[in-house]
């Protein structure tokens, strides 16, 4: 009988020590990029998010293609990133289970309001690259493989600029996210490339505006991913793929609609788009 009540006791103990533990279990990890954190999204969507689920979101920000890479070491449940050829690439090699599209906006070129390419208030962005090389006008780019740096390559790209090959010292990379090159360009009265997301929460702004916006080429889809459990079992797969259906809900949608900044939507979700 005493060892009965003593087993009883143990057991209780060890449950009423556990429960904390166990309740902090109930968290995440999403490696995102830093312009859903800079911009301040997920100040807006997590709380809500837990408050329907319990489940806290920690985030580990990151360019893309950093965050893809904590992704791939199994270091994250869910990867919230923006460069689709990457995320799929992703999923295709198995470190991921299924992209889903999440929400858009745009990339916006922002520059000083001296304007030494002359280019403010032009649409075309591929001329505007152009202008900007051909005059050696100050870029600053972030040149750390994150979804911005990817776009503003493929920009170049597309420009006919090799940019490794035709970078002069108008050319600065800097390694770093995204508030960091809108402050380099806002004390280099400089060109970068930013989300819209991040200028409009961008503090800092000094005689930065924006000189080129409205072209096609600017579109900034986002998509999120849960890390596949087949690969790294620690993944919690549940859990993470509860923040994706939540996010990819009406009511996550609707949570990602509603985050604006002096009135301005700053995302447009589009989950339910075929082909987004």
Do not use: C
């Not at 259906?245 to 949608?253: K, R």
Request: glycine residues 10%; neutral net charge.
């Amino acid at each position: 009988m005493m060892q009965t009540r003593r087993t009883f006791f143990a057991l209780a103990t060890f449950a009423l020590l556990a429960a904390p533990a166990l309740a902090q279990d109930k968290s995440i990890v999403v490696a995102s990029t830093t312009s859903t954190q800079d911009s301040g999204l997920f100040g807006h969507i997590l709380p809500l998010f837990k408050q329907r689920t319990g489940i806290d979101v920690k985030v580990v920000s990151q360019g893309t293609g950093q965050a893809l890479d904590t992704g791939r070491r199994g270091d994250a449940d869910v990867v919230f990133v923006h460069a689709r050829p990457q995320e799929e690439r992703f999923v295709a090699d198995g470190f991921g289970v299924k992209r889903n599209a999440v929400m858009y906006n745009d990339f916006v070129l922002i520059g000083p309001g001296s304007d030494p390419a002359g280019i403010r208030g032009s649409k075309d962005i591929l001329a505007a690259l152009k202008t900007i090389k051909d005059k050696g006008a100050v870029f600053i780019s972030r040149g750390d493989k994150s979804g911005t740096h990817a776009a503003e390559l493929n920009l170049w790209k597309l420009a006919g600029i090799d940019i490794a090959k035709d970078k002069g010292p108008w050319y600065r990379e800097i390694g770093q996210g995204m508030g960091a090159a809108l402050n380099t360009a806002a004390a280099s009265d400089a060109y970068v490339l930013a989300d819209r997301g991040t200028w409009l929460s961008f503090k800092n702004r000094g005689d930065l505006v924006i000189a080129v916006e409205g072209d096609n080429r600017l579109f900034n889809q986002y998509g999120i991913i849960l890390v596949n459990p087949a690969r790294h079992a620690h993944v919690k797969k549940d859990l993470g793929q509860a923040f994706i259906d939540w996010i990819i809900s009406p009511e996550g949608q609707e949570a990602i609609a509603d985050y604006r900044i002096g009135g301005e939507q700053l995302f447009f979700p589009n989950a339910t788009v075929p082909g987004a």
